[in-house]
Protein backbone atom coordinates (compact mmCIF):
# COMPACT_ATOMS: atom_id res chain seq x y z
CA UNK A 1 0.00 0.00 0.00
CA UNK A 2 2.78 1.93 -0.69
CA UNK A 3 2.79 5.07 -3.15
CA UNK A 4 5.76 7.26 -4.48
CA UNK A 5 3.47 10.47 -4.62
CA UNK A 6 2.79 11.68 -8.14
CA UNK A 7 1.15 14.58 -10.16
CA UNK A 8 -1.82 14.28 -9.22
CA UNK A 9 -0.84 14.47 -5.41
CA UNK A 10 1.11 17.84 -6.70
CA UNK A 11 -2.20 19.84 -7.04
CA UNK A 12 -3.27 19.42 -3.14
CA UNK A 13 -0.09 18.94 -1.41
CA UNK A 14 2.91 19.71 -3.12
CA UNK A 15 4.40 21.11 0.07
CA UNK A 16 7.01 18.10 0.15
CA UNK A 17 8.71 18.32 -3.34
CA UNK A 18 8.89 21.94 -3.36
CA UNK A 19 10.71 21.65 0.11
CA UNK A 20 13.64 19.76 -1.94
CA UNK A 21 13.94 22.31 -4.74
CA UNK A 22 15.77 25.60 -4.87
CA UNK A 23 14.04 28.96 -6.53
CA UNK A 24 14.63 27.47 -9.63
CA UNK A 25 12.93 24.86 -9.77
CA UNK A 26 16.14 22.70 -9.63
CA UNK A 27 16.68 19.98 -7.11
CA UNK A 28 17.99 20.94 -4.04
CA UNK A 29 21.83 19.38 -2.80
CA UNK A 30 22.02 19.48 1.21
CA UNK A 31 24.53 18.65 3.33
CA UNK A 32 24.49 16.33 6.56
CA UNK A 33 23.30 18.38 8.73
CA UNK A 34 20.45 20.33 6.57
CA UNK A 35 17.37 19.13 5.84
CA UNK A 36 14.28 20.36 4.05
CA UNK A 37 12.36 23.40 5.49
CA UNK A 38 8.63 22.92 5.60
CA UNK A 39 5.80 25.38 6.67
CA UNK A 40 5.09 24.41 10.83
CA UNK A 41 1.52 23.70 9.58
CA UNK A 42 2.87 20.69 8.01
CA UNK A 43 6.11 19.41 9.96
CA UNK A 44 3.75 17.38 12.12
CA UNK A 45 1.93 15.95 9.15
CA UNK A 46 5.21 14.40 8.09
CA UNK A 47 7.30 10.91 9.40
CA UNK A 48 11.32 11.19 8.74
CA UNK A 49 12.45 7.83 7.99
CA UNK A 50 16.07 7.24 7.79
CA UNK A 51 17.27 4.47 5.32
CA UNK A 52 20.69 3.16 4.84
CA UNK A 53 21.53 2.20 1.90
CA UNK A 54 25.33 0.36 1.45
CA UNK A 55 26.51 -0.61 -2.43
CA UNK A 56 28.42 -3.47 -3.22
CA UNK A 57 29.29 -4.67 -6.40
CA UNK A 58 32.31 -5.22 -8.92
CA UNK A 59 34.44 -2.12 -10.18
CA UNK A 60 33.26 -0.05 -12.91
CA UNK A 61 29.93 -1.38 -12.53
CA UNK A 62 28.53 2.16 -11.87
CA UNK A 63 27.96 2.24 -8.20
CA UNK A 64 29.14 6.01 -7.82
CA UNK A 65 27.29 6.48 -11.52
CA UNK A 66 23.76 5.25 -9.89
CA UNK A 67 23.95 7.22 -6.72
CA UNK A 68 25.09 10.31 -8.33
CA UNK A 69 21.83 10.17 -10.56
CA UNK A 70 19.66 9.61 -7.97
CA UNK A 71 20.89 12.41 -5.61
CA UNK A 72 20.83 14.70 -8.43
CA UNK A 73 24.99 15.02 -8.38
CA UNK A 74 26.40 16.17 -12.01
CA UNK A 75 28.28 12.94 -13.34
CA UNK A 76 31.46 12.78 -14.78
CA UNK A 77 32.36 11.27 -18.23
CA UNK A 78 35.90 9.94 -17.03
CA UNK A 79 35.66 6.78 -14.42
CA UNK A 80 37.21 7.30 -11.33
CA UNK A 81 37.64 4.08 -8.60
CA UNK A 82 36.10 4.71 -5.32
CA UNK A 83 38.94 5.50 -2.75
CA UNK A 84 37.71 4.26 0.91
CA UNK A 85 34.14 4.68 0.82
CA UNK A 86 32.05 7.69 0.56
CA UNK A 87 28.26 8.71 1.80
CA UNK A 88 26.05 10.87 -0.05
CA UNK A 89 22.30 11.16 0.90
CA UNK A 90 18.77 12.59 -0.80
CA UNK A 91 15.49 13.01 0.36
CA UNK A 92 12.41 10.85 -1.35
CA UNK A 93 8.56 11.63 -0.20
CA UNK A 94 6.20 8.77 -0.40
CA UNK A 95 2.77 8.34 0.76
CA UNK A 96 1.16 5.46 3.06
CA UNK A 97 -2.40 4.78 1.20
CA UNK A 98 -5.21 4.69 3.84
CA UNK A 99 -2.88 5.91 7.06
CA UNK A 100 -4.37 9.04 8.97
CA UNK A 101 -0.90 10.39 8.73
CA UNK A 102 0.00 9.04 5.13
CA UNK A 103 2.84 11.37 4.20
CA UNK A 104 6.52 10.13 4.46
CA UNK A 105 10.00 11.71 4.01
CA UNK A 106 12.76 8.90 3.51
CA UNK A 107 15.69 10.23 3.73
CA UNK A 108 18.50 8.10 2.48
CA UNK A 109 22.21 7.66 3.23
CA UNK A 110 23.79 5.89 0.30
CA UNK A 111 27.72 4.41 1.01
CA UNK A 112 29.43 3.43 -1.38
CA UNK A 113 32.84 1.75 -1.11
CA UNK A 114 35.71 1.27 -3.62
CA UNK A 115 35.88 -2.57 -4.42
CA UNK A 116 40.05 -2.77 -4.03
CA UNK A 117 39.12 -0.70 -0.68
CA UNK A 118 37.55 -3.90 0.95
CA UNK A 119 40.92 -6.17 0.70
CA UNK A 120 42.59 -2.89 1.82
CA UNK A 121 41.23 -2.11 4.43
CA UNK A 122 39.19 -4.65 6.84
CA UNK A 123 37.26 -1.76 8.44
CA UNK A 124 35.10 -0.80 5.18
CA UNK A 125 33.07 -3.92 5.17
CA UNK A 126 32.16 -4.04 8.71
CA UNK A 127 30.93 -0.49 8.27
CA UNK A 128 29.09 -0.58 4.94
CA UNK A 129 27.14 -3.72 6.67
CA UNK A 130 26.28 -1.99 10.36
CA UNK A 131 23.15 -0.94 10.93
CA UNK A 132 21.92 -1.12 7.06
CA UNK A 133 18.80 -1.14 6.04
CA UNK A 134 19.71 -2.46 2.64
CA UNK A 135 22.56 -4.12 0.67
CA UNK A 136 22.32 -3.07 -2.98
CA UNK A 137 24.25 -5.60 -4.81
CA UNK A 138 25.30 -3.91 -8.10
CA UNK A 139 26.51 -5.53 -11.54
CA UNK A 140 26.73 -4.37 -15.28
CA UNK A 141 24.48 -5.49 -18.51
CA UNK A 142 28.07 -4.89 -20.29
CA UNK A 143 30.24 -7.23 -18.00
CA UNK A 144 29.29 -11.09 -18.06
CA UNK A 145 31.40 -12.22 -14.95
CA UNK A 146 30.12 -9.15 -12.68
CA UNK A 147 26.62 -10.87 -12.85
CA UNK A 148 28.12 -14.17 -12.03
CA UNK A 149 30.27 -13.06 -9.60
CA UNK A 150 27.43 -11.40 -7.55
CA UNK A 151 26.10 -14.26 -5.32
CA UNK A 152 29.35 -14.72 -3.76
CA UNK A 153 29.44 -10.94 -2.64
CA UNK A 154 25.52 -11.65 -1.10
CA UNK A 155 26.08 -14.61 0.64
CA UNK A 156 29.43 -12.62 1.91
CA UNK A 157 27.07 -10.37 3.33
CA UNK A 158 24.13 -12.57 4.85
CA UNK A 159 26.99 -14.15 7.09
CA UNK A 160 27.07 -10.63 9.04
CA UNK A 161 25.32 -10.32 11.99
CA UNK A 162 23.21 -7.65 10.69
CA UNK A 163 20.04 -8.81 8.08
CA UNK A 164 19.73 -6.02 5.58
CA UNK A 165 17.03 -6.21 2.66
CA UNK A 166 18.81 -7.66 -0.11
CA UNK A 167 18.12 -5.71 -3.76
CA UNK A 168 19.97 -6.27 -6.92
CA UNK A 169 20.02 -3.87 -9.34
CA UNK A 170 21.33 -3.99 -13.16
CA UNK A 171 23.33 -1.06 -13.84
CA UNK A 172 24.36 0.22 -17.97
CA UNK A 173 20.99 -1.69 -19.39
CA UNK A 174 20.59 0.55 -22.77
CA UNK A 175 24.00 0.34 -23.60
CA UNK A 176 25.00 -0.80 -27.29
CA UNK A 177 27.77 -2.98 -25.46
CA UNK A 178 25.48 -5.23 -23.49
CA UNK A 179 25.89 -8.78 -23.19
CA UNK A 180 23.56 -10.32 -20.21
CA UNK A 181 20.61 -11.89 -21.69
CA UNK A 182 16.93 -12.12 -20.31
CA UNK A 183 17.56 -15.75 -19.68
CA UNK A 184 21.02 -14.65 -17.82
CA UNK A 185 18.10 -12.87 -15.39
CA UNK A 186 15.86 -14.94 -15.08
CA UNK A 187 18.48 -17.97 -14.15
CA UNK A 188 19.88 -15.77 -11.53
CA UNK A 189 16.45 -14.26 -9.90
CA UNK A 190 15.12 -18.18 -10.04
CA UNK A 191 19.02 -19.53 -8.60
CA UNK A 192 19.06 -16.52 -5.62
CA UNK A 193 15.30 -15.91 -5.39
CA UNK A 194 16.02 -11.75 -6.04
CA UNK A 195 14.00 -9.64 -8.41
CA UNK A 196 16.74 -7.95 -10.37
CA UNK A 197 15.58 -4.43 -10.42
CA UNK A 198 16.82 -2.03 -14.10
CA UNK A 199 19.56 1.07 -13.12
CA UNK A 200 18.67 4.46 -14.10
CA UNK A 201 19.44 5.60 -17.81
CA UNK A 202 22.90 7.37 -17.28
CA UNK A 203 23.40 8.60 -20.66
CA UNK A 204 19.75 10.09 -21.00
CA UNK A 205 19.34 13.40 -20.98
CA UNK A 206 16.62 15.10 -19.35
CA UNK A 207 13.84 16.64 -21.57
CA UNK A 208 13.91 20.44 -20.92
CA UNK A 209 10.34 20.47 -20.81
CA UNK A 210 10.15 18.57 -18.03
CA UNK A 211 9.03 20.33 -15.00
CA UNK A 212 9.57 17.78 -11.97
CA UNK A 213 13.25 17.59 -11.88
CA UNK A 214 12.03 13.61 -10.09
CA UNK A 215 10.71 12.57 -12.86
CA UNK A 216 14.28 10.48 -14.48
CA UNK A 217 14.63 8.62 -11.24
CA UNK A 218 10.91 8.07 -10.25
CA UNK A 219 10.10 4.70 -12.16
CA UNK A 220 13.38 3.41 -9.99
CA UNK A 221 12.49 4.61 -6.84
CA UNK A 222 9.46 3.64 -7.27
CA UNK A 223 10.80 -0.35 -7.00
CA UNK A 224 13.08 1.02 -4.19
CA UNK A 225 10.16 1.74 -2.69
CA UNK A 226 7.82 -1.30 -3.08
CA UNK A 227 10.94 -3.18 -1.66
CA UNK A 228 10.64 -1.41 1.53
CA UNK A 229 7.38 -1.85 1.88
CA UNK A 230 7.38 -5.29 1.38
CA UNK A 231 9.75 -5.71 4.03
CA UNK A 232 7.81 -4.29 6.41
CA UNK A 233 10.05 -0.98 6.87
CA UNK A 234 6.75 1.41 7.12
CA UNK A 235 4.65 -0.41 9.39
Do not use: Q, W
Given at each position: NMATINEEDFKVDDVLFKSLMNENGERKIFGFLEQPSLPPSFEHAVTLVPVKVSLFGKAGVGK?????????????????ATLGYSVSSMYWPIKVVGSQNPFRLLYIEFWDAGTSSFSQYDYIKPALVKNATVCLFC???????????LSHLIDGVKESESKPITMVVGTKWDANEAVISSQDISEF???????????????????????????????FMDKFVAVLSENGIFT
Open positions: SSLVAKLCGYSLSDMYSFSFTDKNSLDTESTTNITVIHGINIKKKPSPRVINPFVEIKD
